[in-house]
């Protein structure tokens, strides 16, 4: 890295580059310096046809395409960015950091329901314990007025993904509107019966409105969940101690 920086100095860069051509580019300093060659050199876009390159040799690191999305945006080419993403994601879904790196350029643009499918599609993917991007879409979106209620007036029969109608229910849970979050979060579970995220969201919902026999029959471990999330067992404690309390 030091010898091709040194030859940017002397203004050698087909050298420079020739140097760092074996040097991984995930490396920030060095993706910094493959950039200001490329940039001092007069075609900073050439830096974007060598990490495409590397992402052909090596389709599966998400370091790389994390790498040519920042580059594109720097070069002001957001929709190229969020198109190299979502290729890899096509091949790649389970990659955390590039779906959170996309649902992140789709937010910027406000475009909530993209980032809604992004999101929705890693939910399938993600390890339980996992954070997700859908977090980061509620907190964003609920500040968009006109666009929670255009969400929220979707046709809850019309929801075809588990995830989509999960997010759709924590999404109206901010508004308070405790019809549209039963309605999203019983199809969610229509769509995928062994989906804890969803059976616990409605579990607690119910638990708010103080009907426990319903809330207790949701919290029932269905025989295709994760043995290994515990979440369902909480809150079937938290009911038992909540009818403990009223006896």
Avoid at 70 to 91: G, I, Q, Y
Avoid at 185 to 211: D, H, K, M, N, T
């Amino acid at each position: 890295l030091r010898y091709a920086a040194l030859l940017q100095r002397a203004k050698a860069y087909d050298e420079a580059l020739a140097a760092l051509r074996s040097v991984p580019a995930t490396d920030p300093d060095v993706l910094a310096l493959l950039f200001e060659i490329h940039r001092e050199a007069g075609h900073p876009e050439k830096i974007v046809d060598e990490l495409r390159a590397r992402v052909v040799q090596d389709g599966r690191d998400a370091t790389l395409v994390l790498s040519l999305a920042d580059v594109l945006v720097r070069l002001n080419r957001p929709d190229e960015a969020a198109s190299e993403l979502e290729t890899f994601l096509a091949k790649s879904p389970e990659s955390s950091a590039v779906r959170e790196k996309l649902s992140a350029l789709l937010m910027a643009r406000s475009a909530w329901e993209k980032v809604l499918q992004v999101c929705a599609e890693g939910l399938s993917t993600s390890a339980p314990n996992r954070p997700d991007c859908g977090a980061q879409w509620i907190e964003a979106v609920r500040r968009d007025d006109a666009s929670v209620k255009r969400l929220l007036s979707r046709d809850v029969t019309k929801v075809k993904n588990a995830g989509e109608a999960y997010l759709l229910g924590s999404l109206a849970a901010t508004t308070g509107n405790g019809a549209s979050i039963e309605a999203f979060l019983r199809r969610s579970l229509e769509l995928r019966p062994g989906f804890i995220p969803a059976r616990v969201a409605l579990g607690r919902q119910l638990f708010r409105q103080y009907r426990y026999v319903d809330a207790m029959e949701i919290a029932g471990r269905p025989p295709d969940s994760d043995p290994e999330d515990a979440r369902l067992e909480l809150l079937q404690a938290d009911i038992l101690d909540r009818l403990d309390d009223t006896d």
